[in-house]
Nanobody
């Protein structure tokens, strides 16, 4: 059974940092593209970043580029999202997701319905 478990969310002041973790199990981690998404209250879920297992390429949405960094530790089957210079508008529930097809090739297009495994989400709240 494919499982993704996020952790690392919390409350932080604007300008602060958090590192989210996504622990994966039940599948061969390095055969999957992994994405991070977020959903703020009343808004649609949006793609934030992804990493391609084909060549390790990473992509970011314009709203987080230069502030967030996605990385993997294949030995631990874990994907991280380092979030720096956090802003109140980053407040959302953050989800990681996995796909066994190539879905990570752009920072501006995240084919959400092609990600077939999702974690339960972790809340990130940034106070002003």
């Amino acid at each position: 059974e494919v499982q993704l478990v996020e952790s690392g969310g919390g409350l932080v002041q604007a300008g602060g940092s958090l590192r989210l973790s996504c622990a994966a199990s039940g599948f061969t981690f390095d055969d999957y593209d992994i994405g991070w998404f977020r959903q703020a209250p009343g808004k649609e879920r949006e793609g934030v970043s992804c990493i391609s297992t084909e060549d390790g390429s990473t992509y970011y949405s314009d709203s987080v580029k230069g502030r967030f960094t996605i990385s993997t530790d294949n030995a631990k089957n874990t994907v991280y999202l380092q979030m720096n210079s956090l802003k109140p508008e980053d407040t959302a529930v953050y989800y990681c997701a996995a796909s066994d097809v190539t879905v990570c090739y752009s920072g501006t297009y995240y084919p959400i319905y092609d990600y077939d495994s999702w974690g339960q989400g972790t809340q990130v709240t940034v106070s002003s």
